[in-house]
C-alpha cells in the first residue's frame, strides 16, 4: 500500500533539486479503514482528521458517518484509535443530537500544548438554522469529550460570511491557525463582452488565534475563479490539510468544474511559503481522482517521515468509504 517513490530518499530528492513535492500515490492501492452503512451514494464516511500523539505512540481519527439528504445526513461523528495509522478501533461516538444539529461534518481533533487538554472542533448546521458554525469541545482525554458540553469559537456572524465550517486546525509558531471553509466573496464574474459565469463555491479561510477559544483573525486565502478561465478546479478552492515539507507548505485541497461536482471533489495540491498566499500546483488536472467519482478531504499527515494521506473514496456503487495511504518522504 505504499506509494512508489523512485527509490529516492528526501535526501536524493534534495540532491536532485526536487523541493516540497509531496509522494504521488495510487488511490485504488489504498487500504479500506471504514466502510459506509450501507450501499448507494449519499452513504459516506469521512469528513475526517487525523492527528499522532507521539507520548501515547497512538494515532485518532476523527470521522463522521452520513447518510443521504432525506435520510439525516451526517447523524453520527466519531474518533477511533491505532497503533499503526492503518487498523483502527473506535473508541468515542457523539449524535447531531447531542450538538443540536441538522448535520454534522468536519472536525479537527488537537491536543492544547499549553493546559494538555484534547481539544474537537466540530462543524454542524444548527437545528433550524442553515448557516454552519464550529463549536469547541475539550476534555482531558478523548474518552472523556462530552458533546452535550459545547460552545461557539467560530460563528459566521462574526466574519461577515453566511457560514464557517470543515475547520483544519493546527499549531503553528505558538499559534493556533484554523483552516476553514466559508462562502466565496464573489459567486458571478462578468467578462468585458458581457457573458457572466458562476465563479464557484467554497473558499478558504485562515483563522488564527492565541488560545484557540478567541479566534479575532479572519483573512481569505484561497478562493475559486482565481487564475486562467478553463484550468482544473477552480470552481472550488477548500483546503482539507496542510504539511510542511521542506522548504514549504503543501495544500491539498477539493477543487471542481462545477455544481456537479458538489461531494465529488478532486484533490488537488497547492504550495505557499507564508499560508496566506498559495499558488495552485493542479491547474490542468487533479492531483488523484478515483475512476468512480471523488478523492476528497484529503488529510495528509506527516510522522517522521512518512506521510499518511487519509481521504473519503467514492466506490463503484456510489457510496464513500473511508482510505489511508502511507508514503515514504
Request: aromatic share 14%; hydrophobic share 35%; proline share 6%.
Amino acid at each position: 500500500m505504499s506509494a512508489k517513490t523512485n527509490s529516492h530518499d528526501r535526501y536524493q530528492q534534495m540532491g536532485m533539486k526536487y523541493f516540497a513535492m509531496p509522494p504521488r500515490f495510487d488511490p485504488e492501492s489504498g487500504t479500506t479503514v471504514f466502510e459506509p452503512e450501507a450501499p448507494g451514494y449519499g452513504y459516506w464516511v469521512g469528513g475526517h482528521n487525523a492527528v499522532f500523539d507521539p507520548d501515547a505512540g497512538k494515532f485518532y481519527l476523527f470521522h463522521r458517518v452520513r447518510k443521504p439528504l432525506g435520510k439525516g445526513r451526517g447523524g453520527v461523528c466519531r474518533i477511533a484509535e491505532s497503533t499503526d495509522g492503518i487498523t483502527f478501533k473506535v473508541i468515542w461516538q457523539a449524535s447531531k443530537e447531542q450538538v443540536d444539529a441538522e448535520s454534522i461534518e468536519v472536525a479537527s481533533l488537537i491536543r492544547d500544548p499549553a493546559s494538555g487538554k484534547w481539544r474537537l472542533y466540530v462543524s454542524f448546521q444548527p437545528t433550524g438554522g442553515r448557516g454552519w458554525r464550529i463549536d469547541l469541545v475539550e476534555a482531558d482525554s478523548i474518552d472523556k469529550l462530552d458533546a452535550w458540553h459545547h460552545r461557539t469559537v467560530m460563528a459566521p456572524a462574526d466574519y461577515g460570511v453566511g457560514s464557517i465550517k470543515d475547520p483544519k486546525v493546527y499549531m503553528i509558531g505558538g499559534l493556533y491557525h484554523a483552516f476553514a471553509c466559508v462562502p466565496p466573496r464573489e459567486r458571478i464574474v462578468e467578462h468585458p463582452d458581457g457573458s457572466r459565469e458562476p465563479i464557484g463555491g467554497d473558499s478558504t479561510a485562515l483563522l488564527t488565534s492565541e488560545d484557540g477559544i478567541y479566534w479575532r483573525d479572519f483573512r481569505y486565502v484561497f478562493e475559486p475563479g482565481q487564475g486562467a478561465r478553463g484550468q482544473w478546479g477552480q470552481f472550488r478552492a477548500r483546503i482539507n490539510s496542510v504539511v510542511w515539507l521542506e522548504p514549504m507548505w503543501v495544500a491539498f485541497f477539493d477543487g471542481g468544474e462545477g455544481a456537479y461536482d458538489n461531494y465529488e471533489e478532486w484533490c488537488g495540491v497547492a504550495v505557499s511559503s507564508d499560508l496566506l498566499n498559495w499558488r495552485r500546483v493542479s491547474r490542468n488536472a487533479p492531483w488523484v481522482r478515483s475512476p468512480h467519482g471523488c478523492i476528497r478531504y484529503m488529510d495528509a499527515l506527516r510522522v517522521g517521515d512518512e506521510l499518511f494521506y487519509y481521504y473519503e473514496y467514492t466506490r463503484p456503487d456510489g457510496s464513500h468509504e473511508l482510505r489511508v495511504n502511507k508514503a515514504q518522504l
